[in-house]
């Protein structure tokens, strides 16, 4: 009986000390799993705050639109900048794309293509600022259809489109005059390679376009210069060319 009562109490306190010992490891399982957590949080902090200041000091336009309507969900400072808003709280609020582009079915043409492919690259749109000025933007995006939304770069580009437009019409307006003239005109680029003629010249050289343009003068069979490239080279040099005839 006493024996017994010696084993039950020696059972008794080994339980007791493999309990001592399973709370003693328990509190070191859960400083290390809270130590493990706060590294994390530290981490998720850290990074959230990068992403954040990375995403509001981005020098192009960064946002998220829902695709139903075009209404900002999340914009950085510099498209609210490019839009017309003094902050992007004002500019996520107030401001839809829907209804801002200038032209009409721009939006619905974008639409179709992100819905298609996923994503667009340089896409150029005109859109109305908050004081409804014009301006023109280039801008790429991806689309999440299970979450609704667009995200995207966007860059103001009115100043390159103005320039491109402005050469265009220098460039239309120098064919019609060249054109129209009734003396035999060219103009070469820099390497004196022919960029424009006149029909006058056409018929006085009796060539045809395509086979002059991008080219330098045609020189004769035997190696000498031919009259139309000693004009060329005398026109170059600011002299009087040879008259025809």
Not at 15 to 21: A, D, M, N, T, V
Not at 107 to 123: C, P, W
Not at 160 to 176: G, H, R
Request: glycine share 6%; aromatic share 10%.
């Amino acid at each position: 009986m006493e024996s017994h009562e010696k084993e039950s109490e020696t059972l008794r306190l080994e339980i007791e000390q493999l309990r001592k010992e399973n709370k003693a490891q328990e509190k070191q399982i859960q400083a290390i799993e809270d130590s493990c957590k706060l590294r994390v949080n530290e981490a998720i902090k850290e990074s959230r705050e990068t992403y954040l200041n990375l995403f509001q000091n981005a020098q192009v336009g960064l946002f998220r639109t829902r695709i139903t309507d075009g209404k900002i969900l999340e914009a950085n400072h510099q498209i609210a900048k490019m839009f017309g808003y003094d902050s992007r709280d004002s500019f996520i609020w107030e401001y839809k794309t829907e209804g801002n582009y200038v032209d009409k079915g721009t939006r619905e043409k974008m639409i179709d293509e992100i819905s298609k492919y996923g994503s667009i690259q340089n896409f150029r749109a005109r859109f109305y600022k908050k004081d409804k000025t014009i301006f023109w933007a280039a801008y790429s995006a991806k689309v999440y259809p299970d979450k609704g939304w667009i995200e995207g770069i966007v860059e103001d580009i009115t100043q390159q489109v103005t320039i491109q437009q402005e050469l265009i019409q220098w460039k239309n307006l120098m064919q019609y005059i060249i054109q129209h003239d009734p003396n035999a005109i060219s103009v070469l680029d820099k390497n004196l390679n022919y960029i424009f003629v006149s029909e006058r010249y056409l018929q006085d050289y009796g060539i045809k376009e395509a086979d002059i343009i991008g080219k330098k003068p045609l020189r004769s069979d035997s190696g000498n210069s031919t009259k139309m490239e000693r004009n060329t080279s005398t026109c170059a040099s600011g002299r009087n060319f040879e008259k025809r005839g």
